[in-house]
């Protein structure tokens, strides 16, 4: 299994409370993910990062802000949390294949996110 | 921009028969094709994966796929179903020099004895 490690793996929190979780990751990649996951929604893109203080947005960024001040370590902030965040965050790591740039991606094992 | 499809929400398949899950892309180029496998609580592990060549490829856990450029499909497919298939599976699509991937909705396969 590839080294990804996440914390908290559940947490529970007041609306209106910053929270941030952290994806750890022991493989030297250069990309990192962070996802939602929600029934009926299947796995939708947060925020992603291509390098040390190098990220960018997916599709359901709003609300969300990351951070990358290490390889190792890629930080997702809810910086007001709301209920409709309630969710398993997934953080997923990769490499390309320097060849044909195909990257493959390896995934945490989530944390479960309650906002009440 | 890039889509995928599972059509089937859930599929409930007999200990010991076959198994197809389905998945259609949208993608103007090439694309690069995964499908993962979650058990409930954990995270997604990667089942198998299309890059190039062979149509046909095999995965982990007796799973293989198929890519079929003519109907935008690459099928996941097993020969025997066990009571530990139970899971839900979800295809991802890429494409060569871009760094994040699509994913379909899952299809969530229940197993009966």
């Known amino acids: 299994d590839a080294g990804i490690t996440q914390s908290p793996r559940h947490k529970v929190t007041e609306t209106g409370t910053p929270v941030t979780l952290r994806c750890h990751q022991t493989?030297?990649?250069?990309?990192m993910y962070w996802y939602r996951q929600d029934p009926g929604h299947g796995l939708r893109l947060i925020h992603y990062?291509?390098?040390?203080?190098?990220?960018d947005k997916g599709e359901v960024s709003d609300g969300y802000s990351v951070s990358r001040s290490k390889t190792e370590d890629f930080l997702l902030t809810l910086e007001s949390a709301t209920s409709s965040q309630t969710s398993v965050y997934f953080c997923?790591?990769?490499?390309?294949?320097?060849?044909?740039?195909?990257?493959?991606?390896?995934f945490g094992p989530g944390t479960r996110l309650t906002v009440t | 921009a890039q889509s995928v499809t599972q059509p089937d929400i859930h599929i409930t398949v007999s200990e010991g028969a076959s198994l197809e899950l389905r998945c259609n892309y949208s993608?103007?180029?090439?694309?690069?094709l995964f499908w993962y496998v979650q058990s409930p609580g954990q995270g997604l592990q990667l089942l198998l994966k299309?890059?190039?060549?062979?149509?046909l490829v095999q995965g982990i856990k007796g799973f293989e796929a198929e890519f079929k450029r003519s109907q935008s499909s690459f099928n996941l497919r097993k020969p025997s179903v066990h009571w530990s298939d139970a899971a839900e599976y979800f295809c991802?699509?890429?494409?060569?020099?871009?760094?994040?991937?699509?994913f379909g909705k899952g299809t969530m396969l229940l197993v009966s004895p």
């Open positions: 997923a790591i990769s490499e390309s294949d320097q060849i044909n740039l195909y990257y493959e991606q390896y």
């Open positions: 493989e030297n990649h250069r990309y």
């Open positions: 990062s291509y390098g040390v203080k190098d990220t």
């Open positions: 993608y103007g180029a090439t694309p690069y």
């Open positions: 299309y890059f190039s060549g062979d149509t």
């Open positions: 991802a699509v890429g494409a060569s020099g871009y760094s994040t991937l699509t």
